[in-house]
């Protein structure tokens, strides 16, 4: 079965929301409450808010510098020998 193009971006539009609006009320509003409430059960401790974003942002700019390095890699044209 093929997803056409409008669900599979309604899908990865209501995935990144409902990500980025976890991210913000663990960022944002956890700090205020207190630390014996309940709501803390469904987040991580505080430390990964810095740890998850930058590993990710590590590997992003790893991965699109391998990509440019190989597509540089592949794009060189032998050199002809004149003589």
């Given at each position: 079965?093929?997803l056409?193009?409008?669900?599979?971006?309604?899908?990865?539009?209501?995935?990144?929301?409902?990500?980025?609006?976890?991210?913000?009320?663990?960022?944002?509003?956890?700090?205020?409450?207190?630390?014996?409430?309940?709501?803390?059960?469904?987040?991580?401790?505080?430390?990964?808010?810095?740890i998850?974003?930058?590993?990710?942002?590590?590997?992003?700019?790893?991965?699109?510098?391998?990509?440019?390095?190989?597509?540089?890699l592949?794009?060189?044209?032998?050199?002809?020998?004149?003589?």
């Open positions: 079965m093929e056409g193009d409008r669900t599979v971006g309604f899908l990865l539009l209501v995935f990144s929301l409902s990500l980025f609006s976890y991210y913000t009320f663990w960022v944002v509003i956890t700090p205020f409450v207190d630390s014996d409430h309940f709501i803390h059960l469904y987040f991580p401790a505080r430390e990964f808010a810095i998850i974003p930058v590993l990710a942002g590590v590997l992003l700019l790893s991965f699109v510098a391998i990509f440019i390095g190989v597509v540089i592949r794009s060189r044209k032998p050199k002809s020998r004149a003589g």
